[in-house]
C-alpha cells in the first residue's frame, strides 16, 4: 500500500467525475447538466484544514457488545443447522417425508403458506454457502450433501415439465416436488435465474474441488451440468420472465445480474475444458449483459429499479441480493455508488413504511439507525395469513441483506488506499456518518455560485487515515451491527426464523424456519468478519505512521 501525503481539498463545483457503476473514479470530464441540488447544502468541517494524523479506528461499541458477539457466534451455528435440517433426505425438518438426497426444501410449512417444495433458486444459492463451508473447513459430511444436490440437478434437468422440456425451455422451470416430481400447478413461470445461480454454484464447487487437487478432467461430469445452465443462460437473457419474487413478469435486475455472474464464470471454465466455442459465445453475450444492465438506472428517481417498465416504484430488497450474488468488479460491485444510493432510498422508504419500526431503535449516537426491511414498498403478502393478507411486513432475509451489504461496503473502504469521495449521488448516505469536528466551525458549501450540477460529481473527498474518512468506515459497521440485532430481536430464542415478521408486533409470520432467512442471516455473518478482517488490517498498517 502506498500512504497518499498530500491532503487535496474538495471543491463544491468539480470536475471530477465518479462512475458509480463500478465505484471508481474516472477522468475528468466537462458536465453540462445544469442544477441546483436540493439537499446537504452544510457539509461538515475539513479535516484536510489540519495535519494529518495517523487515526488507528477501532471497532465500534457494538463489536464489544459481549450479548451481540455471543448471539453472532451461536445463531452463525444455528443458521447452519437450519439450513442443514432442510435439506433432504435426512435433514431434521424433512426426514421420513419422501424427500430426496439433496433436495433443499424451502420451509417445512406444509400449509398457509405450503412452501415444501425444491426451488431451483432457493436451492442453488443455499448450496453456494455449503460450498463455502466445504472450501473453509473440507467437512465431508458436507461434501456428501453437495454431492446429493448435484445427483439431483442432473435429475431435475432432463425431467420434463410444464415448462417445457430439457433443451427446450424446461430449465425454467422455478420449483419441483421434493421427490423429484415436476410440480404441475398454476405457477409464474418461467424464472430465468435459476438455471444461472445454478451454474455459479456448480461452479464454484468445481473451483473448490480443483484448489483440493482433484485434477480438471476429473471435473468433466461437473461441467456436463453447468454448461446446459449456461446455454440457457446465455440464449434466454433478453426474455421475459418472473422475477425472484415470482409475482412480475418481464426484465429484472436480479435475473441479469446473477446471468451476467454465471456467463463472466462460465467462459473461464469452458475455456478449461477446451469449450473455446462455448467460452466465446458466453463471453459476447456477457457483454451484452453488461450493457443491458445500465438501463436498470433510473436517473430522474435516482435508484436502480428492479424491473423494466414497472408500475411499482422499482424499490426493491433483490436490487441488493443481485448485487451479493451476481455482482462483480466491472459491474455493479456492491460496494458500487448506484448500489449504496439504492439501499438509501429503500431504507428510508421503510423506515416510514412499518409500524415496528418505531421501536427497532439502536444507535444513542444520532446517527442514522436500524430498521427492519420488507421486499418491496408495494407489498401486501403477509405470508399466508388469511387474516392480513393486504398488508406486507418485513423480511429476515431483506433485513440481513441490508446488513450484508453494509459490511460489504465497508470492508472495501476499509482495504482502500484511496481517498473517500463523496458525489451528489452518495451525499445522502454517507454524510449522515460525519459528524462535526470539535473546536472547529462546520464548513458550508456555497451551491448557489455553482454553474454545473451532476449526481456523479465529487462534492467531498477525505484523504486515507482522515478522521472522517475512518469515522464513516466505523459508523457504517456500527450500522450494519443494527440491522442484525433487529434479526436477533425478532428471532426466537433458540434462532429460528419464518420468512417474516409482523409489521405491528414484530412476531414471526409466514413460512416457519425458512431456508432462505437462514442463509442470509448466516452471509450476513460471514460478511461481517471479512468487514472486521479489513478494519483490523487498516489499523494495522495505519499504526505503522
Same mark, same amino acid.
Given at each position: 500500500m502506498r500512504l497518499l501525503s498530500t491532503l487535496l481539498p474538495a471543491t463544491c463545483a468539480l470536475a471530477l467525475v465518479v462512475d458509480p457503476t463500478a465505484g471508481h473514479s474516472i477522468d475528468s470530464v466537462a458536465l453540462s447538466s445544469i442544477r441546483r441540488p436540493s439537499v446537504f447544502a452544510r457539509v461538515s468541517s475539513f479535516s484536510w484544514l489540519r495535519k494529518q494524523s495517523p487515526i488507528l479506528i477501532s471497532l465500534p461499541d457494538a463489536a464489544q457488545d459481549s450479548d451481540f458477539a455471543s448471539w453472532l457466534s451461536l445463531q452463525s451455528v444455528r443458521s447452519f443447522e437450519g439450513i442443514l435440517a432442510n435439506i433432504g433426505q435426512d435433514g431434521a425438518n424433512v426426514a421420513g417425508q419422501n424427500v430426496n438426497p439433496g433436495v433443499v426444501v424451502a420451509s417445512p410449512s406444509r400449509d398457509h403458506p405450503n412452501y415444501f417444495y425444491h426451488w431451483v433458486r432457493d436451492g442453488a444459492i443455499t448450496m453456494r454457502a455449503l460450498v463455502d463451508e466445504y472450501e473453509n473447513s473440507g467437512n465431508a459430511s458436507v461434501k456428501e450433501l453437495i454431492d446429493a444436490y448435484v445427483d439431483n440437478v442432473r435429475s431435475t434437468q432432463w425431467t420434463s415439465n410444464p415448462s417445457g422440456q430439457f433443451g427446450r425451455g424446461g430449465l425454467g422451470e422455478p420449483k419441483f416436488e421434493v421427490d423429484g416430481k415436476p410440480f404441475v400447478g398454476t405457477w409464474g413461470r418461467p424464472q430465468r435465474d435459476g438455471p444461472a445461480l445454478r451454474a455459479i454454484t456448480l461452479i464454484s464447487y468445481a473451483r473448490t474441488l480443483q484448489r483440493r487437487g482433484a485434477p480438471m478432467d476429473s471435473l468433466r461430469y461437473l461441467y456436463e451440468l453447468i454448461k446446459p445452465d449456461l446455454e440457457y443462460a446465455s440464449k434466454f437473457w433478453a426474455s421475459p420472465g418472473f422475477d425472484l419474487w415470482e409475482e412480475q413478469q418481464g426484465l429484472h435486475f436480479f435475473t441479469a445480474m446473477v446471468q451476467f455472474k454465471a456467463l463472466l464464470l462460465g467462459q473461464e471454465i469452458a475455456s478449461d475444458f477446451s469449450d473455446e466455442g462455448a467460452a466465446r459465445w458466453y463471453h459476447i453475450q456477457a457483454n451484452g449483459l453488461k450493457q443491458f444492465l445500465l438501463s436498470f438506472w433510473d436517473e430522474e428517481r435516482g435508484y436502480l429499479i428492479e424491473t423494466l417498465a414497472s408500475p411499482r416504484s422499482g424499490l426493491d430488497a433483490a436490487l441488493l441480493l443481485g448485487a451479493i450474488h451476481g455482482g462483480s468488479e466491472t459491474v455493479f460491485p456492491i460496494h458500487s455508488d448506484m448500489i449504496i444510493t439504492t439501499l438509501q432510498a429503500l431504507v428510508t422508504d421503510m423506515r416510514a413504511r412499518y409500524p415496528i419500526n418505531e421501536q427497532d431503535s439502536y444507535d444513542s449516537n444520532r446517527f442514522p439507525t436500524a430498521v427492519g426491511i420488507g421486499r418491496y414498498p408495494e407489498d401486501v403478502y403477509s405470508g399466508g395469513d388469511l387474516g392480513n393478507s393486504e398488508l406486507g411486513n418485513p423480511w429476515f432475509l431483506c433485513t440481513a441483506t441490508v446488513a450484508h451489504t453494509l459490511y460489504g461496503l465497508v470492508e472495501h473502504l476499509a482495504l482502500s488506499n484511496s481517498a473517500l469521495i463523496i458525489s451528489n449521488l452518495t451525499a445522502d448516505f454517507y454524510l449522515p456518518f460525519i459528524s462535526p469536528t *470539535?473546536? %472547529?466551525?462546520?464548513?458550508?458549501?456555497?451551491? #448557489?455560485?455553482?454553474?454545473?450540477? #451532476? !449526481? #456523479?460529481?465529487?462534492?467531498? !473527498?477525505? %484523504? *486515507?487515515? #482522515?478522521r472522517e474518512t475512518e469515522q464513516v468506515i466505523s459508523n457504517i459497521f456500527h450500522y450494519a451491527d443494527g440491522f442484525l440485532k433487529i434479526v436477533k430481536k425478532h428471532a426466537d430464542a433458540e434462532g429460528n426464523m419464518s420468512e417474516q415478521f409482523d409489521r405491528q408486533t414484530g412476531f414471526m409470520r409466514g413460512a416457519r424456519q425458512l431456508t432462505w432467512s437462514s442463509e442470509s442471516v448466516l452471509g450476513a455473518i460471514k460478511m461481517r468478519e471479512r468487514a472486521v478482517e479489513a478494519i483490523e488490517k487498516r489499523r494495522a498498517y495505519f499504526q505503522r505512521f
Open positions: *470539535p473546536g %472547529m466551525e462546520p464548513h458550508y458549501c456555497d451551491f #448557489s455560485a455553482t454553474a454545473i450540477w #451532476s !449526481r #456523479s460529481a465529487a462534492i467531498l !473527498r477525505f %484523504m *486515507p487515515g #482522515s
